[in-house]
């Protein structure tokens, strides 16, 4: 995770490894408990620091949601370009991203989580300054994920890897399924991740109007 | 819209066309302004009632928006079963159902807006026990809605008319993508929801392997 705020950031606010400390630690507790459940001083306790050192950090607690949603969304687009960028070939590509989208830590499952249960909040305006700066940096990082993902799908589409059709509706189906998963999944469920994958993989595909043969390679390669 | 405490409920919380001007009015603000930022007593000023005469009503803010979301997911579910019904070849009643779900009217778009930004809020549970039962109940009604996609989706696998897979994955998989929509979707916006709902209506029939023939007759015919 690279964050734009990491290290001695322009804003001044912290160094950056007890920043990514209380991001982590908020991101537990927003996932496990809710955002509006979560209390700012439980994650000061949680990362050994009193409530008032935290505002060092963060403005608020909404300041730092706005940060890890933010940070979550640039790393999907970051991803994405990397594994875009890497393979040519638009249908390898775009199994390789899907495939890639599944292979999750415990703690990237949890930020998923936040991410869609809080993202209503990214189109309300914010009233305090850092959040609404924050807030703004976070939905500027989405329309450059939907934008490397658009500007994708139209080349395949162009080199006649796809079928033609709105590149920019087809991003927002495709993200809207992969978010979707994140509403119902829970580590402790009976189907397993891996599984959830593999099909939603296909679902995406048979979408996109790619066919899923590179589906199985793809994934024993990985 | 019909509730299952409209009229004289068990509850005995009023009279039903109150009741409706009440939920159409909360509706209307938690969907422009969002449920966090509106205030309880504006509602009742849309009414024309006093704040105190709300609680004839419902508990709380919260109370209502629970009650908003098990009627709309209810509605869904009856008309759902309702075409499902009616028209016995599987691919056509698909097609049917992809065709009705946007056919919408501005306040049922709003509805579906509030139902997706706060729908996180179904998995938390409340302290109190109005709230706690109208979200229970919400939820069990969440449960009905699968249900009856799941089963319809199996028959078909079992005819033929789709290809095999997992029933109740595939109802997870179409309703994400339909819920997606109401994330960014504006009456404002320039695609206009005839065009998108004719879009995601093709997607979510090759998500589950049907053929698109069927929508345009059936669209010409609605």
Not at 91 to 100: C, D, H
Not at 146 to 156: D, G, I, K, P, T
């Amino acid at each position: 995770m690279k964050s734009s705020q990491e290290g001695d950031a322009p804003t001044g606010r912290g160094d950056g490894r007890k920043r990514q400390e209380i991001l982590a630690a908020a991101t537990e507790r927003f996932g496990r408990d809710g955002y509006e459940h979560t209390k700012w001083a439980d994650i000061a306790g949680d990362v050994g620091v009193g409530p008032t050192a935290l505002y060092h950090y963060f403005e608020s607690k909404q300041h730092c949601l706005y940060e890890i949603m933010g940070d979550a969304i640039e790393e999907f687009r970051a991803r994405f370009v990397e594994i875009t960028t890497n393979e040519r070939d638009p249908a390898r590509a775009l199994t390789a991203v899907m495939v890639n989208s599944f292979e999750l830590t415990e703690q990237e499952v949890n930020r998923n989580r936040v991410l869609v249960s809080e993202q209503g909040r990214l189109s309300r305006p914010s009233a305090a300054q850092p959040e609404e700066d924050a807030r703004q940096a976070a939905r500027a990082r989405t329309r450059d994920l939907e934008f490397a993902w658009a500007s994708f799908l139209e080349s395949a589409m162009r080199a006649g890897a796809i079928p033609k059709s709105d590149p920019r509706l087809l991003t927002l189906a495709i993200l809207g399924l992969y978010t979707s998963i994140w509403h119902w999944y829970r580590p402790t469920g009976i189907v397993p991740l891996r599984h959830i994958g593999e099909y939603f993989s296909r679902l995406a595909l048979a979408m996109v109007g790619a066919s899923p043969d590179g589906l199985e390679s793809e994934r024993s390669a990985a």
